[in-house]
């Protein structure tokens, strides 16, 4: 059971430096893993305020190549030279409005796990996807894409969030994630984190069901209230599926 907080573009290095120590005062991390994914340049403050716990850091999102002119990349190594642990790949944020695409996704995805950074690669399909009766397709090309370049890597972990659902409040029914977590799963068996309007209120069914191993936080993983919940809610539903 895995729960991240994905802070997308929120928390500079003093609010992020704070906030990890509060959270890492907050949460118990016995039988469920916490991680925080802040901006790139509050990473280093991330870390020191996490110094102690168990509560990993990663970053947003990692470039394949080493080094280069990719202007505006980071690269693994640098995260590692960091002590960053791993990064998020591929959220439907970097797809929709920044140009990324299942080919793009694959080779971050690659590059990290190679250079020995976890990695939560995002899928998950548009409302009009949705609506359109694609959300198969869609997710077995996205899936696939990821499980062609690396297949079921150790280091790998999926998350699911169906586009319809993150910051608009409107979360996907249990069985809906349900449903695409087992299709995900048939297509690659990595964990497979659950996203979109994710809240103390509505974790603890969703992290129940069988086939989502965790959950990735956006709006909800921006207080230490409201995410140390989530915790709590990944730590009864870790108990209960033993
Ligand atoms: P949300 O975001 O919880 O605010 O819907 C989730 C995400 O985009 O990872």
């Known amino acids: 059971m895995l729960i991240a907080g994905n802070w997308k573009l929120f928390k500079g290095p003093g609010e992020a430096g704070s906030f990890a120590r509060a959270l890492a005062g907050a949460v ?3 039988g469920v893993e916490v991680a925080i994914c802040p901006p790139y340049v509050s990473l280093a403050a991330a870390l020191e305020g996490t110094t102690g716990s168990d509560i990993q850091v990663l970053a947003q999102s990692v470039h394949w190549a080493e080094t280069g002119a990719f202007t505006g990349e980071v690269s693994a190594a640098m995260l590692k030279e960091v002590g960053v642990a791993g ?3 591929g959220h439907s944020e970097r797809r929709q409005l ?3 695409t299942d080919e793009t996704v694959a080779r971050r995805v690659e590059a990290g796990l190679a250079a ?3 990695i939560i690669a995002c899928v998950g399909e548009t409302l009009a996807e949705r609506d359109g009766g694609q959300v198969e397709e869609v997710l077995r090309r996205q899936v696939g894409a990821v499980a062609a370049a690396v297949g079921a890597h150790a280091q790998l972990v999926i998350a699911y969030e169906p586009i319809w659902a993150i910051g608009t409040g409107r979360t996907a029914a249990p069985e809906q994630a349900q449903e695409a ?3 995900i799963r048939a297509v690659l ?6 996203g979109g ?4 209120e509505n974790a603890l069914v ?3 069901q069988p086939d989502v191993d965790g959950a990735l936080v956006g709006g909800a993983a921006l207080e230490v209230d409201s995410f140390a919940a989530i915790v709590e809610a990944g730590r009864a539903a870790a108990a209960t599926k033993g």
Do not use: N
């Open 28 to 30: 118990d991390t016995a």
């Open 98 to 100: 920044f140009g990324e």
């Open 181 to 183: 977590h087992a299709l």
């Open 189 to 194: 068996d990595v964990p497979i984190l659950y």
């Open 116 to 118: 020995g950074l976890r």
């Open 197 to 200: 309007s994710v809240k103390a």
């Open 87 to 89: 990064a998020i790949v």
């Open 206 to 208: 969703l992290l129940s």
